[in-house]
């Protein structure tokens, strides 16, 4: 495929202002009337897109055109002399042979669309790009009974019968609009209503249609949307736009979920939820999805892209977006702790999915440069660091100045594709500040290093603090980088801060703007020994360098006064204490680490929510990237000795707890709860790993009973993530009988199941187990959420085990990424994905990759999208 490259964006000779789509549906050939109003813009012919289409007819001012052009899904017609034109195309489409789910496509009998990023020009011929806007009118019919919901974008205009029981509706969409947020359904759905009135007086219907006999699992994505909407009101001044706005909930979709103009297509995973089926954290999920795609009606929708390659500027801002709203929900419910917990929990997917993809092949700026496959830009990098340097924005602007810059960005741009320099300079403009050297976050790749020296001068009682970044891109400018400081002092209180040349001591943290190479900053009154404790918050997504003994690790574990570095002394000593077993052919857990894990779990003062984060381990991921040379399996081994050592070690304290945080009454989604359960789950895990016959029995009776599923899966995962292989086998069985017809959670069985450790050589490999499940009834190639559960969790969170010493692994993965690149382009490349940095391994493990990669470029079939991937793996 082309590689097509940022520099190289001009705007379209042509543009569409109106279009009238008329589908006559039908689940194996539906008829696409496409009548566009073109006018002119500029010199150049009439562009339009198109993939895998069947087209029937294609006339300009209803006559076929004179000079036309037609090659590689790319028609050019010449419109000499013309300054408008009307533009009919009528296309033929096939819903159920759509495996890829992108463009118009069947799932579980209903129509649905997904058009982001280029799904539209699989529908019908158009010159599909974010910078054309266009009103859409959408006339839809179909066949009564098997899809008597018609749903499109905007506010239904008309709808009535047809003959021999077809019936239509008309659907009208007040705002223009990119084509990747045209959407339709067609379905038999049932539908959640509630009325709410906007901050201006207008009273608005918000929707959410589930399939017959979910509508108990939709009042949680109900209830989100209300808060988004009232949150956006409340802290942008941003008022939903619209009479009418539907969630739809579809079983089978590629991603998290679609913000269609007034119809979000969601995958079902991220809207339903009751308590006997969703856990604490899916309640979580459902309510930051739900809100990131209402976000996006302002920022993505009302103002979008120029082009992909500025795809940052609606993800990033609006990935801040939904992490503020769901840090100020938690908040709201469960005080400052729980905010500090999402910080945490955030920072944590940064540093397990996007640091790594920072440190591969595939490492690219939040805005890219280039690309061959846009879907594969969809990354960690654009939305969570995309996110990050939004963050980093508005700690640099306040509140205050980051409203002001929002405030001025829609003023200039509503209505418009814009791109992220007119973002930044809005920013810039509302504050009066200078935004240049800060852009560069916006063109250089790769983690920064900040490396920071601290030197005390006892007499003087100043301290001076050197920060130096480095960047991996040997020619890469310095960055602005905002770096939040506090000292504490050696019974554990923060310091108020007076830097050289303050009259007086201030706040107790303090954002250094580090803007050159190295910079020092002294610090005044302050004693030696005093402890530093740098990046407070994660104020920017770089990694801290600093020279810290296990004893300053243990001190800041306890006591930092800033939640997040809190944890993050834990997440350092967990690390460097695991790095050390891994490397070593005798591995033990130092007795002061178990003391310092000790004293934070029995810390009673402290939230369950933040004990539990503090001490789960670092990913094996995140540990892997650590190592000089990823070797999962002498991970593996760290691994299974710390988590048995510390449920043998702290066993009473676990069971004391778990008794002690038991959670009475019928369950509510609320972190203080939602803490109490994570906590004794997280007990559970360590109890089971360490085999305690106590611990065993707990997670044997929840896994059974329990009336919630956060707290039965919960026990379910520590029984599979144990020696313990008939109590497991058990529960296993007993949790299939009891769900085996619900999709949903079956995904968490067949996730469990891959992400299985062995924990002695006797234990059937998990490889062998996934491959059995591949043929379970419940299992599907063609449903993605299927494909991440078992092959996605496998590859992903099972190091160990995906990467074995005799390539058994690497062979599976190579069939898999076969079939699904045939199938599903966009899956099957996330799923290549997973072994892109192959070159971290062992060599042994290295040439075992190697062969499998090579084999597979050799197809001759290999779509655009698994192809970038693989090429780029092999560098
Ligand atoms: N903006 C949405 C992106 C999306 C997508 C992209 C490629 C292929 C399929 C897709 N489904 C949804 C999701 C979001 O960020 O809100
Ligand atoms: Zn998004």
Request: with cysteine; net charge negative.
């Amino acid at each position: 495929a082309p590689t097509i490259h940022r520099a190289d964006y001009r705007p379209l000779a042509w543009t569409v202002d109106t279009v009238e789509l008329y589908f006559s549906l039908d689940a194996e050939a539906s008829i696409v009337r496409n009548t566009m109003q073109c006018t002119r813009q500029g010199d150049g012919p009439l562009v339009l897109l198109h993939e895998g289409l069947m087209r029937e007819d294609l006339t300009v001012n209803g006559a076929p055109p004179k000079a036309m052009r037609d090659e590689d899904g790319r028609i050019e017609i010449d419109l000499d002399g013309e300054d408008a034109v009307e533009v009919v195309v009528v296309t033929r489409v096939n819903p159920s042979a759509n495996t890829e789910l992108s463009g118009l496509y069947q799932s579980a009998g209903g129509l649905f669309t997904q058009c982001e990023a280029e799904g539209f020009r699989r529908i019908t011929c158009f010159p599909d790009r974010p910078d054309v806007m266009t009103r859409f009118t959408v006339t839809l019919e179909a066949d009564r009974r098997d899809y008597p919901v018609l749903l499109s974008n905007g506010n239904l205009v008309e709808q009535g019968e047809l003959e021999a029981g077809r019936h239509y509706a008309k659907w009208e969409d007040p705002f223009p609009k990119p084509s990747y947020l045209f959407a339709l359904v067609a379905a038999d759905l049932v539908v959640l209503d509630r009325k709410v009135t906007t901050v201006s007086g207008r009273e608005v219907l918000l929707q959410v249609y589930v399939e017959a006999g979910n509508l108990d699992r939709a009042d949680h994505a109900m209830d989100s949307l209300v808060n988004a909407l009232r949150w956006d009101e409340e802290t942008f001044g941003l008022e939903l736009d619209l009479d009418r706005y539907m969630i739809v909930a579809v079983g089978d979709f590629n991603m998290g979920a679609m913000e269609n103009k007034g119809l979000n297509i969601f995958n079902a995973k991220y809207v339903l939820a009751k308590p006997e089926t969703a856990t604490d954290v899916d309640y979580e999920h459902i309510e930051s999805v739900v809100a990131h795609e209402y976000f996006h009606n302002w920022t993505g929708n009302r103002v979008t892209c120029r082009d992909w390659f500025q795809l940052t500027l609606k993800e990033g801002l609006t990935v801040f977006r939904d992490q503020q709203f769901s840090a100020d929900m938690l908040a709201r419910a469960g005080g400052e702790t729980a905010r500090a917990v999402k910080r945490i929990e955030d920072v944590r997917v940064l540093r397990t999915a996007q640091f790594p993809e920072d440190a591969g092949p595939m490492a690219h700026p939040i805005r890219p440069d280039a690309y061959q496959a846009i879907d594969n830009f969809y990354t960690a990098t654009v939305y969570e660091k995309g996110a990050e340097v939004i963050r980093m924005l508005h700690t640099i602007l306040g509140p205050e100045g980051f409203r002001n810059g929002m405030d001025l960005y829609f003023s200039y741009h509503d209505g418009q594709a814009v791109t992220c320099d007119d973002f930044v300079e809005a920013m810039s403009e509302a504050n009066g500040v200078d935004l240049d050297q800060f852009m560069r976050w916006y063109s250089q790749r790769g983690t920064p290093t900040v490396h920071a020296d601290v030197a005390f001068d006892g007499e003087a009682e100043t301290c001076t603090l050197t920060l130096t970044q480095s960047r991996p891109d040997k020619d890469d400018e310095p960055l602005q980088i905002p770096v939040a400081v506090g000292f504490i002092n050696a019974v554990g209180d923060d310091i108020p801060l007076r830097l050289q040349g303050e009259a007086e001591a201030g706040a107790t943290t303090r954002v250094l703007q580090l803007t050159e190479r190295q910079q020092q900053f002294v610090f005044e009154g302050l004693r030696p020994g005093s402890v530093p404790s740098l990046l407070r918050g994660f104020s920017a997504p770089v990694v801290m360098a600093i020279n810290e003994s296990d004893a300053q690790l243990a001190f800041r574990m306890a006591h930092d006064a800033d939640p997040f570095n809190r944890w993050d002394a834990a997440q350092r000593y967990m690390t460097r204490t695991l790095l050390a077993m891994a490397a070593s052919d005798a591995p033990e857990v130092p007795r002061a680490f178990i003391a310092a894990f000790d004293t934070v779990l029995n810390n009673i003062a402290l939230d369950p929510a933040f004990r539990t984060v503090a001490l789960t381990l670092p990913s094996e991921a995140y540990l892997l990237e650590q190592m000089d040379v990823a070797d999962p399996a002498a991970l593996r081994r760290a691994m299974i000795i710390m988590t048995q050592t510390l449920g043998r070690a702290l066993a009473d304290d676990w069971l004391g707890h778990d008794e002690a945080l038991a959670v009475p009454g019928e369950y509510r989604y609320h972190p203080g709860d939602a803490g109490s359960r994570a906590l004794r789950n997280l007990g559970l895990r360590y109890l089971c790993a360490a085999n305690d016959h106590q611990g065993v029995g707990l997670a044997e009776l929840r896994a059974a009973n329990a009336k919630n599923m956060s707290e039965r899966f919960g026990a379910l995962m520590a029984l599979v993530q144990s020696p313990a292989v008939e109590a497991a086998q058990l529960a296993l069985t007993a949790f299939e009988q009891t769900f085996g017809g619900d999709a949903l959670v079956m995904d968490k069985w067949f996730a469990v199941q891959a992400a299985a450790w062995r924990w002695s050589p006797e234990q059937p490999a998990t490889l062998e187990r996934i491959e059995a499940l591949t043929q379970h009834p419940a299992f599907s190639l063609g449903n993605p959420n299927k494909i991440y559960s078992l092959f996605g969790s496998f590859f992903r969170n099972n190091p160990a085990e995906f990467h074995r010493p005799d390539g058994a692994g690497y062979r599976f993965w190579a069939d898999r990424i076969r079939e699904l690149n045939a199938r599903n382009p966009q899956v099957g490349a996330r799923m290549a994905r997973m072994l892109e940095n192959w070159r971290r391994y062992t060599p042994e493990l290295q040439q075992l990759a190697r062969e499998q990669i090579e084999g597979l470029l050799k197809e001759e079939a290999l779509s655009p999208d698994v192809r970038e991937v693989l090429e780029k793996a092999l560098g």
